[in-house]
């Protein structure tokens, strides 16, 4: 038995087949492993579960329609460049979409206007048109009527089988109808629930992070932080690339620990933890791409040689090539000895590196309260320790050892812009990289 990938017991559940051979249907890869497979004796140290998902690889003839609302922030702030570049950059989604793709555009200022009604991609040059001749700066920023009016849109070509998806375009502070993070955390879990996703970008040092990051996140959309106009193309670009690669929706991963094992915390993604069931839900998962839920657990008291349940694993998800429902079911174990260089050899790298990689994400979140309360130096003082605990970190293999490394230069890059950039562009930084982090998001 591999220690290092327990599969003790796997059941992928579809409709049947036919008889006749057919190719085998795409499904999402789910593995579960734990940091340390091989606990020592008599000993309650934390351990980790990393529930894995990757999604199949998707000709891009084969993926699925996407329903799509553009909502852009047409406020006097987006005056110049910043207009003109968020025009290009809607311009450059109409062009990437086809005849099967529904397309609504959004604009807000002081109001709200639905500048092109939800509507199959076909006529491009009238779509085009309509985007030059309407997103004009102009008033203040109604983000939240923007947001309602986008979810709206999507709402009437709403189908489980497309992508349904808003990408959030702004540069300032809410200021008309509701401001509150809460107000439009309210409205992102609506979105949520309906199966939209809302993607943040936010343009120039201006734009409220702590709220675009919020809506992103409710809703399991993507955050990006944009210092330049100029990059809004190359950022529509990787939106649609996600938005394109979808494969899998209405994620739901259930995890049940065993008798005596403590369920701790979920490290990254947010989710529920009642009793010994821990739930979490993805809106999407992305072709080629892995998505993870990481548990903190403390396993029972085990003698050598002894083997233990740690959890029940189970994954269901709605498969976008097949229109099925598949699911996943695991049993997960630990063993016992008495030994630590067992213990020690036994050791799974990526999974402790990925565990230290989203506790230091917890830290720069503390971080980010130090640069709010005046305190730089400490702010600096926490990036740098996070990269020098990811450079200890007692790993050997190779693509682990650069997971760290790389994870220990960002942190390092954070050091370097805290003391050539404004702290606003910093603490703008800070955030994009820890929801990333969080949400296993590639960059």
């Not at 017991?9 to 006749?20: R, Y």
């Not at 999402?28 to 999604?55: C, F, H, M, R, W």
């Not at 996600?242 to 259930?254: E, H, Y």
């Amino acid at each position: 038995m591999d220690l290092k990938c327990i599969f003790a017991l796997f059941t992928l559940s579809v409709l049947p087949w036919s008889a006749s051979a057919a190719p085998a249907a795409p499904k999402v890869v789910v593995k579960s492993e734990v940091a340390s497979p091989v606990v020592l004796e008599n000993t309650q140290d934390k351990n980790y579960l990393k529930i894995s998902l990757v999604g199949y690889p998707l000709p891009q003839e084969k993926r699925s329609p996407i329903n799509l609302a553009l909502v852009i922030d047409r406020s006097t702030s987006m005056s110049g460049d910043r207009i003109e570049n968020a025009r290009k950059a809607a311009i450059a989604a109409v062009n990437m979409l086809n005849s099967n793709d529904t397309l609504s555009v959004v604009a807000y200022d002081s109001g709200v206007e639905v500048v092109i009604p939800a509507t199959k991609v076909k006529d491009t040059k009238e779509l085009i048109n309509k985007i030059n001749k309407s997103i004009e700066p102009r008033g203040m920023t109604a983000l939240f009527a923007g947001v309602s009016k986008g979810i709206d849109q999507v709402s009437k070509h709403l189908d489980k089988e497309q992508v349904n998806r808003i990408v959030l375009l702004s540069d300032g502070q809410a200021n008309v109808g509701p401001t509150s993070n809460s107000e439009l955390a309210e409205l992102a879990k609506l979105a949520a629930k309906k199966g939209i996703a809302i993607t943040t970008i936010g343009i120039g040092d201006g734009y409220n992070e702590d709220l675009m990051t919020t809506i992103a996140g409710y809703s399991d959309g993507n955050h990006a932080f944009v210092e330049q106009s100029s990059d809004l193309e190359k950022t529509f670009a990787h939106e649609f690339n996600d938005a394109m690669s979808v494969v899998a929706q209405d994620v739901v991963v259930v995890i049940k620990t065993a008798d005596k094992v403590t369920p701790v915390r979920l490290l990254g993604r947010d989710g529920s933890i009642s009793g010994n069931t821990v739930t979490v839900k993805l809106n999407q998962l992305y072709s080629n791409q892995e998505k993870y839920v990481l548990l903190e657990v403390i396993p029972a008291k085990g003698s050598n040689a002894q083997s233990k349940p740690l959890a029940d694993v189970n994954v269901r998800y709605a498969n976008l090539s097949t229109k099925q429902v598949d699911t996943f079911n695991e049993k997960v174990a630990v063993r016992y000895s008495q030994s630590a260089k067992d213990v020690s050899a036994a050791q799974v790298d990526e999974v402790l590196v990925d565990s230290a990689i989203q506790k230091a994400a917890i830290e720069n979140e503390r971080a980010v309260e130090l640069m709010d309360a005046g305190k730089m130096e400490e702010a600096k003082q926490v990036f740098s320790a996070n990269a020098a605990a990811l450079e200890s970190l007692p790993v050997s293999a190779a693509p682990a050892r650069q997971k760290a490394e790389a994870s220990a230069q960002k942190n390092k890059d954070l050091m370097g812009k805290m003391e050539s950039d404004s702290k606003e562009s910093t603490r703008k930084a800070v955030k994009e990289q820890n929801y990333n982090i969080k949400t296993q998001k590639n960059q």
